[in-house]
């Protein structure tokens, strides 16, 4: 019996479709391992377009860059979740850098409010 398979997020409930991938799911799962890597196509420094695919098979970037970080899955045309075990994904160096930088920004910007809160303190503390 044929059986097409494809990926899906479970956290959003989109399917990101694949022409004719009759038993691939376990392709569906390495593509998923690869998700930031194809994520990464779509903000392309260089401006190029760029048009991915894995052998046959075209590839939406965007898909991956919409859905990075959600669980992603081979779900088949019979609408059934894939069991296989799948590795935590490749995250590129450039990636790794990206989310070392959000999260020192993120303890910046939570030191400044902090400091915020205390000028107010010290100011409705003089006020009164
Ligand atoms: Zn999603």
Same mark, same amino acid.
């Given at each position: 019996?044929?059986?097409?398979?494809?990926?899906?997020?479970?956290?959003?409930?989109?399917?990101? $479709?694949?022409?004719?991938?009759?038993?691939? !799911?376990? #392709?569906?799962?390495? =593509?998923?391992?690869?998700?930031?890597?194809?994520? +990464?196509?779509?903000?392309?420094?260089?401006?190029?377009?760029?048009?991915?695919?894995?052998?046959?098979? $075209?590839?939406?970037?965007?898909?991956?860059? !919409?859905? #990075?970080?959600?669980? =992603?899955?081979?779900?088949?045309?019979?609408?059934? +979740?894939?069991?296989?075990?799948?590795?935590?994904?490749?995250?590129?160096?450039?990636?790794?850098?990206?989310?070392?930088?959000?999260?020192?920004?993120?303890?910046?910007?939570?030191?400044? =409010?902090?400091?915020?809160?205390?000028?107010?303190? +010290?100011?409705?503390?003089?006020?009164?």
């Amino acid at each position: 019996m044929s059986c097409d398979w494809h990926i899906r997020c479970m956290d959003c409930g989109k399917t990101h $479709r694949f022409d004719d991938a009759n038993h691939e !799911e376990e #392709l569906m799962a390495k =593509l998923i391992t690869m998700a930031p890597i194809f994520a +990464l196509l779509v903000h392309n420094p260089a401006g190029v377009e760029v048009h991915a695919s894995w052998n046959r098979w $075209r590839i939406a970037p965007e898909f991956f860059a !919409e859905h #990075l970080g959600h669980d =992603l899955r081979p779900f088949s045309e019979y609408n059934d +979740l894939s069991t296989l075990v799948i590795p935590p994904p490749v995250i590129p160096m450039t990636i790794a850098a990206d989310f070392e930088i959000s999260a020192l920004r993120a303890q910046l910007i939570s030191a400044h =409010l902090r400091i915020q809160n205390l000028e107010r303190e +010290l100011v409705e503390k003089r006020g009164s």
